[in-house]
């Protein structure tokens, strides 16, 4: 099983996501929270809050190693920030 930060940033990308994952083998589900909710269900995704990045969980990793590469295009990237002076 691993994890990655996901933020939608606008509902296109949210179906784009959608279409993305339901075209892969295995289970995945995005958490907000304490809600759970199986990434390819559009009615669940769409029940979820996406001001705040989510957490993807992929369950069939090890069996799919090449879906992280799939799914790496939604990943969240937190901004690092550097200390001046």
Known sequence: MKKMRIKFTSCEQVLQFIDCVQGLPGEYDLVE???DIDAKSMLGVF???FSKALTLVVYDDEEY???MDKLAAFEFKAPVFQQIG
């Open 33 to 35: 929270g304490k809600n």
């Open 47 to 49: 029940s979820l809050d």
């Open 65 to 67: 190693p090449w879906v």
